[in-house]
């Protein structure tokens, strides 16, 4: 098959496709980590050639470093990822209210409009963001590779968030593997549908050579086992909520 990223791109948009469908009380959470999750695409560049070497369509990634199938992958990654624990436990986004802290400030965000309640949830989701592209590109610069960089700055990022944030802890955890889970679930039947893709488009493995589940490198299911802890904590404490039992569904 000439563009497997575009199927897999495709597959991976299946389960966050039914999950939209069966939870409404779902979508405002899938749409925010979609879109917070674009910035990632750009890292393109960083995997392609040295991780592996799908086409891409239109030459893009040659072109400018990234393709449209990096843009539906992320967007079904972050889709089922985000929202794996909740729909498994029957969990839901409902506000969380922080501590008050002694020196509040409540002036602040009157006298800066760009601190106002809709503001800050994306600052603190951009400095999220910029938080892990610093934390890969530095592990990156000491050498690490690039996939491993990556899986290693979303656990370090959520950690800490996680350190602010105990109640996400379990959340964390179990929403990481589910969402490896689910990850493994969909490379297997790309496996079966393009035979051979992994042994002919994937690189071999730095720090897992020859190391497979059922298969799938094991680098693979880090990656999914990593996005999913990220993607279960990191919105719950950009835009303030946690997770309650789940009521009865709306839009």
Known sequence: MTHEFLLLSLLFLLP???IWLARPDLRSLMKRVALASLPFAATERLFYPRYWTPRFLFDLADRIGFGIEDVLFLVGL????????????RRAPVPWAAPVAPRARPWLGAARPW???????????AAGIALVLAAAGALLVAGV???YASVAAM????????????????PGLLGAL???????????????????????????????????????????VLYGLGAGLAATVFPAWAFGFRYGHAGSAGD
Do not use: H
Not at 81 to 87: C, D, F, L, M, P
Not at 155 to 170: C, H, N, Q, S, Y
Not at 206 to 220: F, H, I, M, S
């Open 115 to 125: 601190l106002g309640a809709a503001a800050r949830p994306w600052l603190r989701a």
């Open 78 to 89: 972050s889709a089922f990822s985000s929202t794996a624990y909740a729909v498994v436990f």
């Open 178 to 220: 589910l969402s490896a889970t689910v990850y493994l679930c969909l490379c297997l039947v790309f496996a079966a549908l393009v035979p051979g893709v992994f042994e002919r488009t994937w690189r071999p493995s730095v720090l897992l050579p020859g190391k497979a589940l059922l298969g799938v490198p094991l680098d693979e």
């Open 145 to 147: 590779p690039v996939l």
């Open 155 to 170: 656990i370090a990022v959520t950690a800490a968030l996680v350190g602010a944030r105990r109640d996400l802890l379990v």
């Open 16 to 18: 966050g496709g039914v």
